[in-house]
């Protein structure tokens, strides 16, 4: 363990900044002539998803950011706060263009339902969907310095954090895609994600590397570099590689079951348990989705066991999609692993979706939505986890 304290390892905020401050406040958390710190000398790991949802997102990422300048906090990069780098980036030149993206969409919403399409093509497209997803994003900034500080600012997060004692990612911590994304940083002169030994190092080392700039995340978010990818190496494209770490690792579910996706669009894939091996698991034991979902797996497919050869390497695979695998994709007796993302919550059930093994921890349990939970994990070093130590704030939405 960390000499100077532990690690408080909070969930997805989602612009909820009134559930972000009294966490903070039960964490111990104290700001102090103008400095926060805590008591005890122990640190946060944010694990991204900071916007989206919630009303409140420019207090977040500010608050976030102080935390980080005070060297009190560090903050990983989640998928919205990725897809936020996307929405902000023309499509025909690649340019990186944020206060344009805002000044556009924020147009847009504006018009509502009768607006012309968008007059500029973005790498994650102004369209319906998206719009929808980023609208209390575009609308919780008051103009487009705002918004282009805070895009500029998601690129210079790290996408995972590595230390002796445990590993923290957004989604999912899956080596050939960390791997990759080192391999293709280190050729680029930058870095992807931080190693450390201590969370102080850690936070040293986020204040002076070298993140990946607008170039870069245009290859990192590139929709037709991965495509083209797709065809001959999916697992050497690196935004593949990026798409598994922040949105996690789903497989596809047989004949017509359908699942709703958090925008309530039917989708015929389902997240799973990227930390366990499929072998002769049932769908819905391998699912890491929310409990009505879980209970639908259950009742639509009963106890059908996930069959290796519906899942092969040699069928064509789909962009977050892994083969079926065999073996535990993260061993037993490794460090404890922490990830948000999931928003899995189940008013009837505490325990439900926190400790998914005794090194496998989410700490998303949906702080984004009214009905969900800000959570943290409050770690001081053990290597087996335990839900006393988890911590949660369900006040009203923002
Ligand atoms: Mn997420």
């Known amino acids: 363990m960390d000499a100077a304290g532990g690690i408080d390892i909070i969930g997805d905020i989602h612009g909820m900044h009134t559930r972000l401050v009294a966490m903070l406040e039960v964490l111990g958390y104290r700001r102090r002539a103008g400095r926060w710190s805590h008591a005890e000398g122990r640190h946060i790991v944010f694990v991204g998803d900071y916007v989206d949802r919630g009303a409140r997102v420019a207090e977040v990422v500010e608050l976030v950011r102080e935390l980080c300048d005070h060297r009190v906090a560090l903050a990983l990069a989640g998928n919205h706060d990725t897809n936020a780098i996307a929405f902000a980036t023309r499509a025909q030149d690649r340019a990186f263009d944020p206060a ?64 002796p004692g445990l590993r923290a990612v957004h989604a999912a911590w899956i080596p050939p895609a960390i791997h990759a994304l080192d391999a293709w940083a280190a050729a680029k002169g930058v870095t992807a994600g931080i190693r450390a030994e201590s969370i102080d190092e850690a936070i040293e080392i986020q204040r002076s590397r070298m993140a990946p ?13 991965r495509q083209q990818a797709l065809d001959f190496a999916p697992d050497e494209s690196v935004a593949i590689a990026l798409e598994r770490i922040v949105k996690g690792v789903e497989m596809r579910l047989p004949g017509e079951v359908r699942l709703a996706d958090g925008g309530g669009h039917a989708r015929g894939e389902m997240r799973i348990r990227w930390f ?42 789909l962009p977050t999609l892994v083969p079926y695998h065999p073996h535990d994709a993260y061993p037993a007796d490794e460090r404890p692993v922490f990830f948000g993302h999931y928003a899995l919550f189940d008013a009837a059930d505490r325990a439900f979706g926190k400790i998914l093994r005794a090194n496998v921890a989410c700490v998303d349990h949906g702080g984004g939505f009214a009905a969900g939970a800000l959570s943290a994990y409050r770690w001081s070093g053990e290597r087996e986890l335990r839900l006393a130590n988890f911590v949660t704030v369900d006040a009203k939405a923002d």
């Open 100 to 163: 344009e993206a805002w000044r556009q969409a924020t147009a847009r919403l504006a018009a509502g339902p009768d607006a012309a399409p968008a007059p500029t093509a973005w790498l994650r497209p102004h369209d319906g969907k998206n719009l929808k997803q980023h609208q209390d994003t575009l609308r919780g900034f008051a103009d487009a310095h705002g918004y282009d500080a805070c895009v500029r600012h998601f690129m210079a997060l790290p996408l995972y954090l590595e230390l």
């Open 276 to 317: 366990d091996a499929a072998a002769g698991r049932t769908y819905h034991e391998h699912a890491l989705t929310k409990a009505a979902d879980t209970e639908k797996l259950r009742a639509l497919l009963g106890d059908r066991r996930i069959d290796a050869r519906e899942h092969s390497a040699e069928l064509p695979p």
């Open 213 to 225: 700039d607008e170039r870069h995340w245009v290859e990192l978010l590139d929709l037709g570099a």
